[in-house]
Nanobody, 127 residues
């Protein structure tokens, strides 16, 4: 059974940085595309970034490109999201997800079949 636990959230002023972590168990990292999603108050959950199973290709939603970086440490079964130049609109609960690859070398940040969501980690960015 896949089990993902997010951590690293907090409250920061606009322009600040945070690094989120996701501890994974019950899966082989090299068999899954890994993703970050988020849900802001009153809004639907949305995809933020993805990293293909090999760790060689990533993609992210336009609003975070150039500010957020997704990475992983397969030896530790850890997924990360480095977030720089945070904006108030980044305020949300952040979740990680794991998907069996649909594509050979790419991944989709905006879709997921994962449904065993953890508690997430809260990120709050103030003006």
């Amino acid at each position: 059974e896949v089990h993902l636990v997010e951590s690293g959230g907090g409250s920061v002023p606009a322009g600040g940085s945070l690094t989120l972590s996701c501890t994974a168990s019950g899966l082989r990292f090299d068999e899954y595309d890994m993703k970050w999603w988020r849900q802001a108050p009153g809004k639907d959950r949305e995809g933020v970034a993805c990293l293909n199973r090999r760790g060689t290709w990533s993609n992210a939603r336009t609003s975070v490109k150039g500010r957020f970086t997704i990475s992983k440490d397969s030896a530790k079964n850890m997924l990360y999201l480095q977030m720089n130049n945070l904006k108030p609109e980044d305020t949300a609960v952040y979740y990680c997800a794991a998907d069996r690859p649909k594509f050979a070398d790419t991944c989709s940040y905006s879709t997921t079949q994962f449904d065993d969501w953890g508690q997430g980690t809260q990120v709050t960015v103030s003006n």
